[in-house]
């Protein structure tokens, strides 16, 4: 299941930076989604809402499943809320531009991609790494 999900990008990186920016984005997040709810399953823990990724039950079940990725990137990534300027994460940057077209954040976006498509390409590749184990525990 979560390596399938990697087969299914909405193919927007022939859209250039952004696109690929995108394309990883929405992958990443789908994957971060599936794991958490694995945890949550495993553990017996709470599930918070569905449209919420909570940076420390992203970062447990991570531990968890020994998904080999760098906390500190996990809120470069996946950090919720408005952000500032220049600091945003790859979440509020997606956020911003896929809900309000901000011209700000695109340009963010075609700045920092260089640094963050490598971070989610990690993200996926660590998590797919660990598909089996994750799947046949949750």
Same mark, same amino acid.
């Given at each position: 299941?979560?390596?399938?999900?990697?087969?299914?990008?909405?193919?927007?990186?022939?859209?250039?930076?952004?696109?690929?920016?995108?394309?990883?984005?929405?992958?990443?997040?789908?994957?971060?989604?599936?794991?958490?709810?694995?945890?949550?399953?495993?553990?017996?823990?709470?599930?918070?809402?569905?449209?919420?990724?909570?940076?420390?039950?992203?970062?447990?079940?991570?531990?968890?499943?020994?998904?080999?990725?760098?906390?500190?990137?996990?809120?470069?990534?996946?950090?919720?809320?408005?952000?500032?300027?220049?600091?945003? #994460?790859?979440?509020?940057?997606?956020?911003?531009?896929?809900? !309000?077209?901000?011209?700000?954040?695109?340009?963010? $976006? &075609?700045? =920092?991609? #260089?640094?963050?498509?490598?971070?989610?390409?990690?993200?996926? !590749?660590?998590?797919?790494?660990?598909?089996?184990? $994750? &799947?046949? =525990?949750?």
């Amino acid at each position: 299941m979560l390596i399938e999900i990697t087969q299914r990008s909405p193919g927007l990186s022939c859209q250039g930076d952004l696109g690929a920016f995108l394309d990883r984005y929405f992958v990443a997040e789908v994957l971060a989604r599936k794991v958490t709810s694995f945890y949550q399953d495993d553990t017996k823990k709470q599930k918070p809402s569905a449209d919420k990724i909570q940076i420390q039950i992203l970062g447990a079940a991570i531990r968890h499943f020994g998904i080999i990725f760098p906390e500190p990137d996990i809120k470069i990534l996946f950090l919720g809320g408005e952000g500032r300027r220049g600091r945003k #994460s790859a979440r509020q940057l997606r956020n911003g531009y896929v809900h !309000s077209l901000s011209v700000e954040d695109r340009a963010e $976006i &075609e700045c =920092v991609t #260089s640094v963050l498509k490598p971070m989610l390409n990690a993200f996926i !590749s660590a998590t797919c790494a660990l598909a089996p184990l $994750i &799947e046949n =525990v949750a």
